[in-house]
């Protein structure tokens, strides 16, 4: 079947579009729409066209698939410019998303309606290139300055009704898209044409303006090079004629879209769109969700409980005692409260998160749960004790679950009744905003155990990765690693300011000794004393010295830093110095390149080490571990992704 479609009503030409799932602009749909605009020209019957879309959405941009080859005619530019020099006005009806070159192709439009559902948006930032038909150099024409450089450089999308008061849209209609766009139509052709786009004068910035801009943008984007060019793009547009900014915009997107930026981000687009849906379940059915339990309503409970609300799932949250109850359930209110005062969430949004919630203390309200999470204390007997409950008081067919850190899940469930239904889910904190879940099913896991974790995962909008199980399943195994490379850097007399400088200078957020400073040394240490109790072989870290010390992070007013009482930027400590002063060798400097280059290797060896051991899936899901719940650079890949390039 064709994947451009033309039906005609009167004078006014449908063309719809068809191309699933999503309509991304392939070479066939190109074409498709090029020879629809000759045809149409061709025909003294039609007035105007209705470009459509049939399927969940209107056109979601370039076939990303299509990046890694040399492009094809015709070229999305030549398309939107030769839709916008049609001589019979078409009019984009829009429903789903518009994005990229969705949206272009929009803009070439002379009229774009939407569906009030709908959103419109310029991602391209997301994928390591700016817009390559137009969206920066017709924007600016549409919106104005300081909205096309928002839309252009966030590729965040934007809803119709607002897109409709920026200038994007012409009007919003709400039920039937094609009968409004008919309507519009109808009214449209009644006065006259505006100007294309492209022949709209080109707004003109305040001055100051683009160096405020490229100072912000600079700083939020770190070493990631999309954005910055986006802008560059944008202001040619202000300040060069149409056709000569659109040629510096194809250069900087042809440029970009050969990056490994660019590639590290579209493998990434990729490998989140597979977790949530792994081909080796392919076939399995998830069980149904409809009301979840909690146990526990600390920290992670807590959050557990506030991801599961958000998702619209009835929550039962048991505690140990009558106390502990109230303190989790105000664990739980302040994370609504805090949604409240930053706009997230409406003051009545809140409360109804909120009544979504049966606190309890007695397992027996659990009779008719059909999953349980448990993220009481990280220890084996209280998780035992736990899951005898609920091997007593759950429906034997009900997931129970373990948010377990570093405790082995199979002992975890040893004795419990209908094994098949127990499994891991790792959450990560705070578990209401982090998008990790590492899924760990044991021996025993049933695969629709498996497949339901998945399907939690996926109600929840998280990016679901399975583990093996092993010490730290994938994520805090790799994380053990690179802060043990980095106390290895230390010993060899590398400055902690330095190393810390290096990783952020790299892309995260924080280098690992602020993190640790941020997070408590505590948790990993208590850990290590807990192994050398039971008689292992763990090595002393520095971490151990400065724990023993005193020393636990921000929440002692030290750790690997000093910190000024009431702040949290960490000063190089004298105290630190002559305490690790016997255990490092002074004098090495390395480069924060060389720094970031050895942390990195050394989390991508650990990658293989566990990918050897079957522990993780593929060094794409890896690489998801370290994006989503350890901040690792989106745009680098990953550490798997980057140390094979
Ligand atoms: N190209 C190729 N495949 C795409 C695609 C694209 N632009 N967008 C989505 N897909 C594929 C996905 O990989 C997925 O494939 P799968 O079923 O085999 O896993 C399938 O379409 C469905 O995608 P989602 O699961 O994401 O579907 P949703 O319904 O949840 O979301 C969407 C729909 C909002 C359109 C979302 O897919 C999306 O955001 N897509 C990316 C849009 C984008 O970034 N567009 C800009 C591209 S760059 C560009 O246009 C350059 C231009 O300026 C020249
Ligand atoms: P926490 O100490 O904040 O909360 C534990 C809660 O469990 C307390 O509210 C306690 O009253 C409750 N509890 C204890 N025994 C109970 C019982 N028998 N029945 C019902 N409730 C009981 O601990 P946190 O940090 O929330 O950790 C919980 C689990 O999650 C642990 O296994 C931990 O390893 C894991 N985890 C923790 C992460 C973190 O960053 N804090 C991250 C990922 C997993």
Known sequence: MSVVTITRMGAIAIVTVDNPPVNALGLAL?????????????????????????GRTFIAGADVTEFGKPPVAPHLPDL????????????????????????EIAMGCRFRVALDTAMLGLPEVTLGIIPGAGGTVRTPRLVGVA????????????????????????????????AGALDFASAALNQPLPLPVSARPAPVADPGFWADQEAAIAKRAKGEMAP???????????????????????????????????AALRAVFFAERAAPRPAHLKDVSALPLRRVGVIGGGTMGAGIAAALRDAGLPVVLVERDALALERGLDNLKAIFDGGVKRGKLAPEQAVARMNGVTGTTDYADLADIDLVIEAVFETIEVK??????????????????????????????????????????????PANVMKLLEIVPTPDTAPETLATGFALGRALGKVPVQAGICEGFIGNRILKRYR???????????????????????????????????????????????????????????????????????????????????????QPSAEVAALLAGAISPGAELEPAEIAARLVAEMAAEGTAILSEGVARSPADIDLVEIHGYGFPRWRGGPMFASHR
């Open 147 to 178: 909205a096309a450089v928002d839309l252009v450089t966030s590729g965040r999308p934007v809803q119709a009704v607002k897109a409709r008061a920026m200038g994007l849209l012409d009007a919003v209609v709400t039920g039937d898209l094609r």
């Open 484 to 570: 043990a490379a980095a106390e290895t850097l230390v010993r060899q007399g590398v400055a902690i300011a330095d190393i810390d400088a290096a990783m952020r200078q790299y892309g995260f957020a924080m280098g690992p000794f602020e993190a640790q400073d941020l997070g408590g040394l505590d948790i990993a240490f208590l850990q290590r004393e807990g192994a050398r109790l039971a008689g292992q072989q763990v090595a002393e870290t520095l971490g151990d010295i400065l724990v023993r010390a005193g020393r636990k992070g921000q929440k002692t007013g030290g750790g690997w830093y000093d910190y000024t009482p009431g702040e949290r930027r960490p």
């Open 80 to 103: 939107v410019a030769h839709i916008e020099a049609a001589a019979k006005p078409w009019i984009a009806a829009i429903h789903g998303s518009a994005l990229g070159g969705g949206l």
């Open 228 to 262: 910055l060019r986006a802008l560059a793009a944008i202001r040619k547009a202000t300040e060069l004629p149409f056709a000569e900014a659109m040629a510096f915009e194809r250069e900087g997107f042809l440029a970009l879209r050969g990056s490994d930026q660019a």
């Open 384 to 429: 035992r004790a736990v899951f005898a409950d609920l091997g007593r008081s759950c429906r034997p067919d009900a997931v129970l679950a373990t948010n377990t850190s570093y405790l082995d899940p199979r002992l975890i469930a040893e004795g419990l009744p209908h094994p098949g239904r127990f499994i891991g889910l790792h959450f990560f904190s």
């Open 30 to 54: 190109r074409q498709g729409l090029w020879e629809a605009v000759d045809t149409l020209d061709a025909d003294p019957d039609i007035a105007a066209a209705i470009l459509i879309c049939a």
